[in-house]
C-alpha cells in the first residue's frame, strides 16, 4: 500500500490530552496523574499529550503520528530488536494492525496512524489506553 508521497493518515490535527484527559489517563494507568500539556510537532503531524503528576515526580506520553506512521513503525520495530533483542521487544497480537512493547512502552499501528504510550510501566494500562483513544481519532 501507499505511493510516492508523504501520506497523512488522518487528514486532520489531534488534541491528545482533549480526548483522553488526565482524569482518564490516571485512572486507568494507576499514576497520580492531574496535568496534561499538549506538545505537538504539526510539520510530522505528531500529535502528543504529556502527562505529569502535579510534582512532576511522575507522568507518561501519548503520542499519535500520522505521516510517515508505517516507517516510523518498522524503524522502532528495528532499533528496539537491535538494541535489546528479545528482551526490549515483544510483538502483540489483538492490538490493531500489529503492535509491540518495548522497555519504552507499547506503539501499535491503525493503517497510517500509530499511537505510542511512553513511560508506563503497565503494558495492560498502555494497551487500555491505545484501545481507548483509537477509535476517537
Known amino acids: ?10 487528514g486532520h490535527p489531534v488534541n ?5 484527559p488526565a482524569a482518564t489517563v490516571a485512572s486507568v494507568s494507576g499514576e ?3 496535568v496534561a500539556q499538549e506538545q505537538d510537532t504539526a510539520s510530522y503531524k505528531l500529535w502528543t499529550c ?3 503528576s502535579a510534582a512532576g515526580t511522575s507522568g507518561l506520553d501519548i503520542s499519535v503520528l500520522a505521516m510517515d506512521a508505517v516507517a ?3 524503524s522502532e520495530v528495528q532499533a528496539n530488536a537491535t538494541v535489546g533483542g528479545a528482551a526490549n ?9 500489529k503492535a509491540f512493547s518495548s522497555i519504552t512502552g507499547v506503539e501499535a499501528l491503525f493503517g497510517n496512524v500509530s499511537i505510542s504510550v511512553s513511560n508506563l510501566a503497565s503494558e495492560t494500562a ?3 489506553l ?8
Open 89 to 97: 521487544y515483544q510483538s502483540i497480537t489483538g492490538l490493531g494492525d
Open 32 to 34: 497520580p496523574i492531574t
Open 50 to 52: 504529556n502527562y505529569t
Open 16 to 20: 491528545v490530552c482533549t480526548l483522553l
Open 130 to 137: 491505545i484501545r481507548d483513544l483509537q477509535p476517537k481519532l
Open 126 to 128: 498502555s494497551v487500555a
Open 72 to 74: 516510523g513503525y518498522n
Open 1 to 10: 500500500s501507499g505511493g510516492a508521497s508523504v501520506t497523512d493518515g488522518l
